[in-house]
C-alpha cells in the first residue's frame, strides 16, 4: 500500500495541521518524519483551539494510529505538557501514540547550546526558535546522540552525562554570558522521561512495512516547509532536517517506490517567520493588513509572521522538488477586500528575468516581477460549496493550477475544520 505525504511549500506556518486532522478519517495510520517542537499545528474544531508541537495532527480522532517517526527529535518536558493537554479532551493517547525508538531526544543543554549559539551570531542570527532543535541534528550526524531507545539500556543515565557535561564545555566556548540553572532544568527532563516511558517505543521502520504489506493506509505529515529544508531552502536561514518529500523516506524508512500521493500546503499569500530573504515582502498597509486579517503569529513562538504576496516561483520551485500531486490552498478568506492581487510570476535576478528558483534570493539581487488579477470582496468564511466562490477567486486558483500544472483539490475559508471545500 502506497504512503501518501503531506507537507508545506512555503516557509512553514501554511496549515499542515488542519487538512491532516481533516484528512484522517482516510488513513489508518499519521506518521510525523521530521522536525520537533519547533512545529506548531494548529487545529480548532469544537470550539476549541489545539496546537500540537510533536504529537502527530491525527490525535483526536479514535480510530488512527499516531506515530512519532525516527527523523523526529523529542523535547520530553514540551511532549509531556502535550500529553497533559490531550488528557484534557480524554484522548487515550497511550493506546493511539507510538513512539520510534531511533527518534533522538533533545536535552536541557541542547536547548542551552542552541541559545548560546545563536547569542554569539550577533546581528548574523538566522532565528532560531531556541527549542534545541538544531544542536540536536549535530549530534545525530555527530553520533554523539541519545535516542529513545536508549532509555531501555541500563546505561543511558551515564551515556547522558557525558553528553551533558560535553555541552557544558561547548557552552564555555561560545563565550557569552547565559545564566541557567542546569539542576533545575534536569529534575524537570528526567521526570519528564518517566511520562516518556509510559508510551510505547517501537522499531517503527518495521511497523510500518507491516502495515503497508497489510493495506493499511499511512499519511505522512511534515513539518515546517520545503523553503526550509536544510538542502533545498534558503540556507543558511533553514531549520535542520529534510521537509521535503525525500525526508518521509529517511523519517520514517519509507522506501521511495512507496510513495503514493504527495498533498503540497500552500496559503494564498505568502507569510516568514524570523530571518531570512522573502522577496515579496510587504512593508506597508496591506502586508499589515494580511497579518491582522491572518491573525498572523507563530504558533511556537508567538512571533510575528512577515507577510507578502503569493511568490509563485519560490511556490513551482517546490511544487518541483517534491513530485507534488495535489495542492491545497489556505487562507483565501484573508485576501478578500483586496480590490487588486499581486502574484509574483518572475525574478529580476543580476540583471536578467528569470522563472526559476535561483541560488540566491537576498534582495540585492532579487527583484519580484508581479502579475496583477483582480480581487475579491465576499466574505468566504460562511461559505460551503466551491459554488459559491465568486469569480474572482475562481480566476485566481485557475491561474494558479495553470501555472504550477497541478490541481487545487482543497481550498480552506477559516481555520476550523468545517470551513473547507473540496473542488
Known amino acids: 500500500m502506497a504512503v501518501n505525504l503531506l507537507l508545506g511549500l512555503q516557509w512553514g506556518d501554511e496549515g499542515k495541521g488542519k487538512i491532516v486532522d481533516v484528512l484522517t478519517n482516510d488513513y489508518d495510520i499519521i506518521a510525523r518524519f521530521q522536525g520537533g517542537p519547533n512545529a506548531g499545528h494548529t487545529l480548532e474544531f469544537d470550539g476549541y483551539k489545539h496546537v500540537l508541537h510533536t504529537i502527530p ?11 512519532v517517526g525516527n527523523g523526529v527529535v523529542i523535547d520530553p518536558v514540551i511532549l509531556e505538557k502535550e500529553l497533559k493537554n490531550l488528557a484534557k479532551f480524554n484522548v487515550d493517547y497511550k493506546k493511539s501514540l507510538l513512539i520510534s525508538r531511533k527518534a533522538h531526544l533533545i536535552l536541557p543543554t541542547h536547548r542551552l547550546l542552541d541559545a548560546a549559539s545563536e547569542a554569539a551570531k550577533g546581528k548574523a542570527k538566522i532565528g532560531s526558535t531556541l527549542k534545541g532543535i538544531g544542536p540536536t541534528y ?26 551533558a557535561n560535553k555541552h557544558e564545555a ?77 525526508g518521509a523516506c529517511t523519517g520514517l524508512g519509507i522506501a521511495p517506490n512507496k ?3 504527495v498533498f503540497g500546503i500552500f496559503k494564498a499569500y505568502t507569510t516568514r517567520v524570523g530571518s531570512g530573504p522573502f522577496p515579496t515582502e510587504l512593508f506597508n498597509d496591506e502586508g499589515a ?32 522538488v517534491n513530485g507534488v500531486t495535489q495542492l491545497m490552498m489556505m487562507k483565501g478568506d484573508v485576501l478578500s477586500g483586496f480590490n487588486t492581487l499581486k502574484i509574483c510570476t518572475a525574478y529580476k535576478y543580476k540583471g536578467e528575468t528569470i522563472t526559476h528558483f535561483p541560488y540566491n534570493i537576498e534582495p540585492e539581487n532579487v527583484t519580484p516581477v508581479y502579475t496583477e488579477v483582480k480581487g475579491w ?47
Request: aromatic fraction near 10%; hydrophobic fraction near 35%.
Open 57 to 67: 495532527s491525527g490525535i483526536f480522532h479514535k480510530t488512527a494510529i499516531n506515530l
Open 138 to 163: 549535530m549530534d545525530k550526524t555527530g553520533r554523539n546522540g541519545i535516542r529513545v531507545g536508549d532509555l531501555e539500556l541500563s546505561d543511558w543515565k551515564e551515556r547522558y552525562r557525558n553528553l
Open 170 to 246: 561547548m557552552i564555555e566556548f561560545h563565550g557569552v554570558e547565559l545564566e541557567y540553572d542546569l539542576k533545575a532544568l534536569e529534575e524537570d527532563f528526567f521526570s519528564a522521561i518517566e511520562s516518556l516511558k509510559e508510551l510505547t517505543f517501537i522499531d517503527s521502520e518495521e511497523y510500518i512495512f507491516e502495515a503497508q504489506r497489510q493495506g493499511k493506509t499511512i499519511l505522512a505529515e511534515g513539518a515546517q516547509g520545503s523553503l526550509l529544508d536544510v538542502d533545498f531552502g534558503t540556507y543558511p536561514f533553514v531549520t535542520s532536517s529534510n521537509t521535503t518529500a525525500a
Open 259 to 261: 510513495i503514493g500521493d
Open 289 to 320: 493588513r494580511m497579518a491582522k486579517v491572518g491573525h498572523e503569529f507563530g504558533s511556537t513562538t508567538g512571533r510575528a509572521r512577515r507577510c507578502g504576496w503569493l511568490d509563485l516561483v519560490a511556490l513551482k520551485y517546490a511544487v518541483q
Open 377 to 423: 470582496s465576499e466574505d468566504l468564511t460562511e461559505m460551503t460549496d466551491k459554488s459559491q466562490f465568486p469569480k474572482e477567486l475562481n480566476d485566481y486558483i485557475e491561474f494558479l493550477e495553470k501555472e504550477l500544472e497541478t490541481p487545487i483539490t482543497i481550498v480552506s475559508v477559516g481555520p476550523d475544520r468545517k470551513q473547507t471545500i473540496n473542488r
